[in-house]
């Protein structure tokens, strides 16, 4: 059977329900520090925080990829560092090969230049009278005159050859040129052969034309000259034509040359394997300096994503690695003969060569490492974009559905209040109903 209230206990009694359901509203937001925690709240908050959350949840699960990536690149920069200090003590090495002279240059000494009777017309040394001489016959009878007191002599070329050639061969390497042969003297021509960087020579104390070799190859040398020009002189040179003005043959520079000595140095010889191993380090090296798979050092590729999106919306930096050997880097194997493709420590002339490609090796690297690095600012710049993006978005999603805690707590103390002062005019109303017992 239902029950009648009276209008007064029926309004004081919606009006405490109301603010029950307020209460209770309110409390829930308390509870999970929400004010839209479904759709039926606010479908357009609740619905646009769903998507920013999902964004910043995307984001931040590329974090990993991208600290991967950094680390991976971190650890190629890691090994260009140890395999350039690998490269500083092959330069080491090499000076220390240097540094002790070689002993295999092929050297010859030519025929004495000066006699004792000229020393004694002269009173000059041996050597300085050879040095003296000129190289053109100063009375055009093509033979070689004495020094006297009162000239210097000459070694009897041709007064009209006024252009003198040289042709010099070591190796693979040949070094031509010519110059004007008037007033000019053997101490000229010493100073021409030194210019060619491959051979270098001298006058000893017994008068005679030494040449000798910057490296171990046979040496081939050839003096020409020539009245028409240049360069008639240095085709004489190329068969030795004045060779024998100086106290060398024709065979010099036409045959098979000046032969090296043979003879190694021990001191160079320890240093083969020295340089041998610290060789094989840069491969070891190279090869162990991979992060979770990943070698750029052996060649390997790099791929590092910056976004969530696909196709070409897609944002992505591209690491191409190298595959960095000692071979790759120019730097050859040691040993103590002439082989193709090899450093013969023996030879000033391949120590010099190695010591260039060792420069140039340095310089590789360093490119390589700054073409490393720059691929590393960016990976650390969009690694830390990524963390304030995806901080960004929370944020955002945050705002438009956190509640306001001092706000939702000043609200439900009121309603409390006003939740006690309902119960008290619903205890009024029915007093109020009560009062028609009075009458019986």
Known sequence: MAVSLSAGVRNNLSSLQSTQTQAQ??????????????????????????????????LTGLLDGISNGIQTIQAASKGIDGITKLVNSLQSTLKQAQADAAQ???????????????????SKSLKDIALDKKLLDDDANAANNAATASTSGNVGLATANVNIGLSIVAGSTTYEASFDG???????????????????????EKG????????????????????????????????????????????????AGIASSGITSAVRS???????????KIDDLAKDSGFNGINLLGGDRLSIVFN????????????????????????????????????????????????KSLTGALTSLKSLASTFGANLSVAQTRQDFTKDMASVLTTGADNLTNADVNAEAASLLALQTRQQLAQTALSLANQADQGVLRLF
């Open 25 to 58: 509203a309110i409390q829930n937001r308390l509870a999970t520090g929400k004010r839209v925690n479904s759709a039926i709240d606010n479908p357009v908050n609740f619905f646009t925080a769903a998507s920013l959350n999902d964004r910043s949840s995307q």
């Open 104 to 122: 295999n240059r092929p050297t010859k000494a030519g025929t004495a230049l000066a006699t004792q009777a000229e020393v004694v017309a002269t």
């Open 182 to 204: 008037t007033n000019a003297t053997v101490r000229d021509l010493v100073n021409e052969i030194n210019k060619s960087g491959i051979a270098t020579a001298f006058v000893d």
């Open 208 to 255: 005679q034309l030494n040449v000798k070799g910057t490296g171990s190859d046979a040496l081939q040398v050839g003096i020409g000259s020539a009245a028409a020009s240049g360069a008639a002189a240095i085709t004489d040179a190329q068969t030795g034509g004045a060779n024998t003005a100086v106290g060398f043959v024709a065979a010099d520079r036409t045959g």
């Open 270 to 280: 320890n240093l083969i394997d020295q340089y041998n191993d610290l060789r094989g």
């Open 308 to 355: 969530e999106k696909t196709g070409k919306n897609q944002t992505k930096l591209d690491v191409q690695g190298t595959s960095l050997t000692s071979d790759n880097l120019g730097i050859v194997k040691a040993g103590n003969t002439q082989l193709a493709g090899t450093t013969n420590f023996q030879n000033d002339s391949d120590l010099e060569a190695a010591t």
